[in-house]
């Protein structure tokens, strides 16, 4: 794995009117890496991302993508140069079937074609005629999982992606993710399953009231029990 950051924060501020939500978040993913955002409701994850993806302008701070600084980008400037943000909805096409919801989101130069996406997402296959709005809470997250992958991601930002889904099924995402990382997608991933976070994650961040409060690899993250409960409470 390539050390160099891929995605580099620094010092962002956002306001939803005269809400100060962000307060300086800094924060980097390495080329290749999995890092989460961890943090209590309302403590500014969701928010982060948008800025990341575009969809949210920060008002003061940098961002930077493979060398340029995309925080003045709009949102399909962004995803073209290769940053992906599956959101809590999901944005499922309800009425178009799996494979027209997947062929919207390919990109010609991907390496990511239909076949690869069925491979990782056998039950996209077996669906792949299905209405989007036919499929179970677990599918429709695959399927939204695998239109970013179309779109030739370097950074997929997913935004808990498993909340609400099975036991089984979380661990089905989970392993699928570990594929799409060994490809070498990076991952910025939002999530309150510390479990999942835990299992998939090469390094944390905390964010505490808009501001990165702590950060960790994963070994030092799951030895520092006064963190966890500190942070999460859950130590
Ligand atoms: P959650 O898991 O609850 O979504 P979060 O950490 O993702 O939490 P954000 O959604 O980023 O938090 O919200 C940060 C703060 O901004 C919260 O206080 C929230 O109430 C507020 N906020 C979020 N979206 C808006 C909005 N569209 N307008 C006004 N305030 C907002």
Request: hydrophobic share 40%.
């Amino acid at each position: 794995m390539s050390t160099a950051p891929i995605l580099q924060v620094d010092g962002i501020h956002a306001h939803y009117g005269k809400s100060h939500v962000l307060q300086g978040v800094s924060l980097h993913v390495n080329d290749g890496e999995l890092v989460t955002l961890l943090g209590r409701n309302g403590a500014g994850k969701t928010t982060t991302l948008k800025c990341i993806a575009g969809a949210m302008q920060p008002t003061q701070g940098q961002i930077r993508f493979a060398g340029d600084v995309t925080s003045r980008l709009a949102t399909h400037q962004v995803a073209q140069r290769g940053i992906c943000l599956v959101p809590e909805h999901r944005g499922i096409f309800k009425l178009l079937t799996v494979e027209e919801n997947l062929m919207l989101g390919q990109k010609k130069s991907s390496k990511w074609q239909l076949e690869d996406i069925y491979r990782i997402f056998p039950r996209l296959k077996e669906r792949r005629t299905n209405g989007g709005g036919q499929l179970s809470g677990g599918e429709q997250q695959m399927l939204a999982i695998g239109r970013a992958l179309m779109n030739a991601p370097r950074l997929l930002m997913l935004d808990e992606p498993v909340e609400g889904l099975a036991p089984v099924i979380v661990e089905e995402i989970v392993a699928q993710l570990k594929v799409i990382k060994a490809a070498g997608v990076s991952i910025l991933l939002v999530e309150q399953n510390l479990e999942v976070c835990t299992q998939l994650a090469d390094r944390h961040y905390i964010i505490e009231q808009g501001a990165i409060a702590h950060e960790a690899t994963n070994s030092d993250f799951l030895a520092d029990d006064a963190a966890l409960d500190r942070y999460l409470g859950v130590g």
